[in-house]
C-alpha cells in the first residue's frame, strides 16, 4: 500500500527510439514538492496524446520517462510565494495541466501578441519533456507564471471531457481557426478518425464549415461523419483521393486542408485537394528526415498558403471549453488506467486505437 508521501506513476522504460515498442512500468515514487513560485497539482484524469506516442518513440527530441500532457486535476498545495503572488489561487481549484508548463515571456515570439505567439515560446517548458514530469501520475507541479485555470464557469463540463481539450482539442480549434474561412466553405481533416482529426471534425463542424473527412480504411466512415463529417474519402479505396475531394466540392476543391495524419504522403496528397487560394495547415509532427515536395509554381498560380499551428493559448483551451460547454462539441471518450498505458500506446502505434482514452488517477 502507499504511504501518504508517494503517488503512483507510469515510467517509460523503453529506449525514445523510432523502432523501439514503448514499454512502461508503474511505480510508487516520492510525491514532489512545489518550489516557492510553484503549485502541487492533484490529476484526477489525463488523456492519451497521438504526440506521447511520437515522444515515447524519439521523434521530438529526447523527452523525460513521464510523458503525459493532457491533465485535469485540484491545486492541492501552494509554494510558499503564492499566496502572496496571486492571493486568487487557492487549494481545490479546478486546472488544467498540458504541454505548455511555461514560457519566458520576454521572448520574440512571446512578445508578438498579436500572433499569440506564447506557445511557440523559444524557452518553453514542457509537460515531460524539460524539467516539469508529465501527467502519467498522480500529482504533478506547475508553475504559478502558467497557471492555466479552468474557471467555474466549466463547472458542469466533467474532467474527462476537459482533458481531450488541453491538447488534442485546443490544437485542433486552433488550427481551424487559423485557417480563416468562412462558414459553408469546404475544409478537409486529413487523419480524421485519429484523436486530433475526430475533434478537428467536431470543431470545424460546429463553426460552420463543410467537412470532407479523409483517413484509412471503409470501416472509419461511420465514426467520422459521428463526429459531423458530410463526406468521407477513405485514401485505401484505390481511387485517387485529390480526385474525390474535387469532385465532392463540386470541382472547386477545399478551402483549406487541416493535416492531422502521421505520414508524409498525407502531407504530399493534400495539394492535389487545395482549391483556390486554399490553406495548407500543418499539425501532425512527422519523423525528422519526412520530407514534403512542392513547386513553387503552386503557390504562385494558385495563391496557396502553407502554415502550421501548434497548440493553443489558455485562452484558446477556454474558447474550446465554450464549444463543450455547449454540447456542439463532446469528445468521446473511454476509461483506461496508468497499467494499461502501455497496451493502448502499442494500439496507437498500430492505428488501432479508436477514440479518445481517459486514464483514471
Ligand atoms: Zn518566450
Ligand atoms: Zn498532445
Not at 491545486?75 to 487549494?91: R, W
Not at 459553408?184 to 478518425?193: K, N
Not at 461523419?225 to 485517387?240: C, F, I, L, M, P
Not at 503557390?299 to 465554450?322: Q, Y
Request: charged letters at 20%; glycine letters at 12%.
Amino acid at each position: 500500500m502507499a504511504s501518504t508521501d508517494t503517488h503512483k506513476v507510469a515510467i517509460l522504460t523503453s529506449p525514445q527510439e523510432p523502432n523501439a515498442k514503448p514499454t512502461f512500468s508503474v511505480q510508487n515514487l516520492p510525491r514532489p514538492v512545489p518550489g516557492p513560485n510553484e503549485l502541487l497539482i492533484r490529476l484526477s484524469v489525463t488523456s492519451l496524446c497521438g504526440s506521447d506516442l511520437g515522444m515515447a518513440l524519439g521523434h521530438m527530441g529526447p523527452v523525460g520517462n513521464i510523458l503525459g500532457h493532457e491533465g485535469v486535476g485540484k491545486i492541492a498545495a501552494l509554494g510558499s510565494n503564492v499566496a502572496s503572488l496571486d492571493p486568487t489561487v487557492e487549494i481545490g481549484q479546478r486546472v488544467g495541466v498540458a504541454w505548455l508548463r511555461d514560457i519566458c515571456g520576454v521572448c520574440p515570439f512571446c512578445v508578438d501578441i498579436a500572433n499569440e505567439g506564447e506557445t511557440r515560446c523559444a524557452e518553453a517548458l514542457h509537460s515531460g519533456k524539460e524539467a516539469y514530469p508529465g501527467t502519467f501520475a498522480e500529482y504533478t507541479i506547475v508553475p504559478l507564471r502558467y497557471l492555466a485555470r479552468i474557471p467555474p464557469a466549466f463547472d458542469g463540463v466533467p474532467d474527462e471531457e476537459v482533458a481531450p481539450i488541453l491538447c488534442g482539442g485546443v490544437t485542433a480549434y486552433k488550427a481551424i481557426k487559423g485557417c480563416r474561412l468562412t462558414p459553408g466553405q469546404w475544409l478537409v481533416v486529413s487523419g480524421a478518425a485519429g484523436g486530433v482529426g475526430a475533434l478537428a471534425v467536431a470543431f470545424a463542424h460546429a463553426m460552420g464549415y463543410r467537412v470532407i473527412a479523409v483517413d484509412a480504411g471503409a470501416t472509419k466512415e461511420a465514426y467520422c461523419k459521428s463526429q459531423g463529417a458530410e463526406h468521407y474519402v477513405d485514401v485505401t479505396s484505390g481511387e485517387d483521393a485529390g480526385k474525390q475531394v474535387r469532385e465532392l466540392t463540386g470541382g472547386k476543391g477545399a478551402k483549406a486542408v487541416v493535416i492531422t495524419a502521421t505520414a508524409a504522403a498525407a502531407y504530399q496528397k493534400a495539394f492535389d485537394m487545395l482549391g483556390p487560394f486554399g490553406t495548407l495547415m500543418c499539425i501532425s509532427i512527422l519523423p525528422e528526415e519526412a520530407k514534403v515536395i512542392f513547386h513553387p509554381l503552386w503557390m504562385i498560380d494558385n495563391g496557396w498558403t502553407v502554415k502550421g499551428s501548434s497548440v493553443g493559448t489558455r485562452a484558446d483551451i477556454l474558447e474550446a471549453l465554450e464549444f463543450v460547454k455547449r454540447r456542439v462539441v463532446i469528445p468521446k471518450v473511454k476509461w483506461g488506467t496508468l497499467e494499461e498505458v502501455e497496451g493502448l500506446m502499442d494500439k496507437m502505434s498500430k492505428g488501432q486505437l479508436e477514440s479518445k482514452y481517459v486514464l483514471k488517477l
